[in-house]
């Protein structure tokens, strides 16, 4: 049973990509309309899939046969505590871009083809979530990526045509010069260890030698562009503040994380860490990040581009504790990724809300919020808290837990090397307050400074601006309502990962 459920995750997204092509026939809005219960259709299937493999191991194999055996590619997927998670935050955040699609289209043109771009990248990602074998990891890694370069062509910001040329296209040669790297690495492991199947390498793979270091950080590259991390994160900014409102959501709270996955599952098993500099340097660039994220979005005019600075920097934090080589440190991953997709998700679903109604996203022409749409001005202050790591929380625990798993490194790894970047990491949360606090009270209670200020203060594109729907809170609400769950109970997540996670370090 457990076999067809896992086969069916990644079938069914295609299956309806099929069926809104010929809805779409009849109208555009039908396609749209039947994309969205496809969607629906996929979150519940992805949770009876996880009721289902609940305690089940990788080494259990329910999908496990041959693909390409001339050279040892299997169609290998299995399911456990840290992909779980990732399979339901994709789930849900699509099903929420898509049901949001219904309502509120974007401009660019027919709104079923990127209905169904959308379902196809929900079949690459959970692909690439399920993969065991690192070839079918790269197969649906890329299967994700390309559609991402439609969506922002076509449908991005419809005043700036080149701008969003160049940003999709930045998007596509980053991250599929990224995946080439990748996938080299993969097939020098694949040399040393002598199989693509990453669940016999964690177990029984020792990386030693100069050819298992270059492998490991050619994997580690082509995912550090994915995740992103400082300094390969160029391509992010322009890509959000070009992308249509779900183009951004489904960027930031999915795709981003199979970059920071990828680590977890496919470069903690080929490292060593005890090898000198490739650690260490690897937890430096994502402390940089950090605090380099904070500073930017300090001198940020734009809503979205903000918001896109600060996955930067939570995104460090995800690598930080990544490259602790702890249990800990893989408990904070998973949770901060988890974190990240709803708070951030929420963010842009909100910013994409704010610019429909008043037609930018320029804080320089916005204030005053709370008199004008209290409760889009609310939501967008308990997002900017969470995102901030305000206990209580999903941000917080995953920001603190990164930075304990810091305190405490692997015995390997240089504990005061790792103790100092824990400091900076702290300092870094400090500055993510700075400038969330800098944007509500501009945003939500402040006034447009007129030296600055291009233009006056936004009016509503056109008559009295509309404050939350009853749509958009069936959109937004199981994000809002999941990241207050996981503040108050992070045991939800951080118990069952615990136990799976000995298993990418090459524990039993």
Same mark, same amino acid.
Not at 289 to 296: D, K, S, W
């Given at each position: 049973?457990?076999?067809?459920l896992?086969?069916?995750?990644?079938?069914?997204?295609?299956?309806?990509?099929?069926?809104?092509?010929?809805a779409?026939?009849?109208?555009?809005?039908?396609g749209?309309?039947v994309? @969205?219960?496809? &969607?629906v259709?996929?979150?519940?299937?992805?949770v009876a899939?996880?009721?289902?493999?609940?305690?089940?191991?990788?080494?259990?194999?329910p999908?496990?046969? #041959?693909?390409?055996?001339?050279?040892?590619?299997?169609?290998?997927? %299995?399911?456990?505590?840290?992909s779980?998670?990732l399979?339901?935050?994709?789930?849900?955040?699509?099903?929420c871009?898509?049901?949001?699609?219904?309502r509120?289209?974007?401009?660019g043109?027919?709104?079923?083809?990127l209905?169904?771009?959308?379902l196809?990248?929900?079949?690459?990602?959970l692909?690439?979530?399920?993969?065991?074998?690192?070839?079918?990891?790269f197969?649906?890694?890329? +299967?994700?990526?390309?559609?991402?370069?439609f969506v922002?062509?076509?449908?991005g910001?419809?005043h700036?045509p080149?701008?969003?040329l160049?940003?999709?296209?930045?998007?596509?040669?980053f991250?599929?010069?990224g995946? &080439?790297?990748?996938?080299?690495?993969?097939?020098?492991v694949?040399?040393?260890a002598?199989?693509?199947?990453?669940?016999r390498?964690?177990?029984?793979?020792?990386?030693?030698g100069?050819?298992?270091?270059?492998?490991? +950080?050619?994997?580690?590259?082509g995912?550090?562009v994915k $995740?992103p991390?400082?300094?390969l994160?160029?391509?992010?900014?322009?890509?959000?503040?070009s992308a249509?409102?779900v183009g951004?959501?489904?960027?930031?709270?999915?795709?981003?994380?199979?970059?920071?996955? =990828?680590?977890?599952?496919?470069w903690?098993?080929v490292?060593?860490?005890s090898w000198?500099l490739?650690?260490p340097?690897?937890?430096?660039?994502a402390?940089v990040?950090?605090?380099?994220?904070?500073?930017?979005c300090?001198?940020?005019?734009?809503?979205?581009?903000?918001?896109?600075y600060?996955s930067?920097?939570?995104? %460090?934090?995800v690598?930080?504790?990544?490259?602790?080589?702890?249990? =800990?440190?893989v408990?904070a991953?998973?949770?901060a990724?988890?974190?990240?997709?709803?708070?951030?998700?929420?963010l842009?679903?909100? *910013?994409?809300?704010?610019?429909?109604?008043?037609?930018?996203g320029?804080?320089?022409?916005?204030?005053a919020?709370?008199?004008r749409?209290?409760? $889009?001005?609310a939501?967008?202050?308990?997002a *900017?808290?969470?995102s901030?790591g305000l206990?209580?929380?999903?941000?917080?625990?995953?920001?603190?837990? @990164?930075?304990?798993? *810091?305190?405490f490194?692997a $015995?390997?790894?240089?504990?005061?090397?790792?103790?100092?970047?824990?400091?900076?990491?702290a300092?870094?949360v400090?500055?993510?307050?700075?400038?969330?606090?800098s944007?509500?009270?501009?945003?939500?209670q !402040?006034v447009p400074?007129?030296?600055?200020?291009p233009?006056?203060?936004?009016?509503?594109?056109?008559g009295?601006?509309?404050?939350?729907?009853?749509w958009d809170w069936m959109?937004?609400?199981?994000?809002i309502v999941?990241?207050? $769950?996981?503040?108050?109970a992070?045991?939800?997540?951080? !118990?069952?990962?615990a136990?799976? #996670?000995?298993s990418l370090?090459?524990s039993?």
């Open positions: 049973m457990n076999a067809w896992l086969d069916g995750l990644v079938a069914l997204p295609v299956l309806w990509v099929g069926l809104t092509v010929l779409a026939r009849r109208s555009d809005r039908a749209t309309v994309a @969205a219960w496809g &969607a259709a996929v979150l519940a299937w992805s899939t996880v009721l289902a493999t609940a305690g089940d191991g990788l080494a259990d194999r999908v496990d046969v #041959a693909w390409v055996e001339a050279v040892g590619i299997r169609w290998h997927l %299995g399911l456990d505590a840290i779980s998670p399979v339901l935050l994709t789930t849900l955040v699509l099903a871009a898509l049901i949001s699609l219904v509120r289209p974007p401009a043109g027919s709104t079923a083809p209905a169904a771009l959308l196809l990248i929900e079949a690459g990602v692909g690439s979530f399920l993969a065991l074998d690192m070839v079918l990891f197969a649906f890694f890329e +299967v994700a990526l390309i559609p991402m370069w922002i062509r076509q449908w910001d419809p700036d080149a701008g969003r160049r940003a999709a296209t930045r998007f596509l040669v991250t599929v010069l995946s &080439a790297l990748m996938l080299v690495g993969f097939v020098l694949r040399a040393e002598g199989t693509f199947d990453i669940v390498i964690a177990a029984g793979y020792h990386p030693s100069t050819t298992a270091v270059l492998a490991s +950080v050619l994997v580690g590259l995912l550090a $995740t991390l400082w300094p994160h160029i391509w992010l900014p322009d890509a959000h503040s249509p409102t951004s959501v489904v960027l930031a709270a999915v795709l981003l994380k199979l970059g920071t996955y =990828g680590l977890l599952r496919f903690l098993p490292t060593d860490p000198e490739l650690v340097v690897v937890a430096g660039l402390v990040g950090i605090v380099y994220a904070a500073l930017a300090l001198a940020q005019t734009d809503l979205k581009r903000l918001i896109a600060s930067v920097g939570h995104m %460090g934090f690598v930080l504790a990544a490259a602790t080589f702890t249990v =800990g440190g408990q991953a998973v949770f990724s988890v974190a990240h997709g709803l708070i951030t998700g929420l842009f679903f909100v *910013a994409g809300a704010v610019k429909d109604r008043y037609g930018t320029d804080l320089r022409r916005l204030s919020l709370y008199g749409v209290p409760h $889009t001005a939501i967008l202050a308990f *900017a808290m969470a901030l206990p209580g929380l999903a941000g917080f625990w995953g920001e603190m837990l @990164a930075i304990r798993s *810091a305190v490194p $015995t390997a790894l240089p504990r005061d090397t790792y103790v100092v970047l824990a400091v900076l990491a300092f870094g400090i500055l993510t307050s700075a400038y969330f606090l944007l509500l009270r501009t945003l939500l !402040g400074d007129p030296d600055t200020a233009a006056p203060v936004a009016e509503p594109v056109a009295p601006v509309a404050d939350v729907s009853g959109v937004w609400g199981p994000l999941l990241t207050v $769950t996981l503040g108050v992070p045991g939800l997540l951080l !118990g069952p990962v136990e799976a #996670a000995p370090l090459g039993p």
